[in-house]
């Protein structure tokens, strides 16, 4: 079971786990983390959502300064990528498998540090797309 952050185009973001998220569907289901024990998923559609975050716990270290910055001490896995969603927001990290055309595709972040171990980006959900 996968714990996930799932971030819609609108701004929220409903966290829990998924036992079902593949990329080439268009929709998985979402036990709410909030939900009562035996709780019905939800569905989630993959074309109202920015990004799917699959995450290490669901607090996050609230201090962390995120970092754009590949560890130079660290072998890289995938090529580097710098994507710039609609709302603003740059992600920098590498991917083994972007494909223009494609309804998404999975980023590793830069940052050594960060609470999301990869990230699912909706390609729908981005500006600029860009192999660095």
Known sequence: MN???A????????????????????????????SPAGGKPVEVRLAELKAL?????FTGDPQHTRS?????????AGRKMRVV????????GTTQGYTP???????TPADPQSNNERCFV???AT???ALI
Do not use: C, W
């Open 53 to 57: 975050f699959f995450v290490k716990d």
């Open 85 to 92: 969603f609609k709302d603003g927001e740059i992600m920098v």
């Open 122 to 124: 909706v390609a729908s």
């Open 127 to 129: 500006q600029e797309v």
């Open 3 to 5: 714990q996930i952050a």
């Open 68 to 76: 754009q910055e590949f560890d130079p001490s660290k072998p890289l």
């Open 7 to 34: 971030h819609y185009q609108d701004g929220h973001v409903v966290k829990g786990h998924t036992n079902d998220f593949l990329p080439a569907k268009d929709s998985f289901h979402l036990e709410p983390m909030d």
């Open 101 to 107: 055309g494609r309804a998404g595709f999975f980023l």
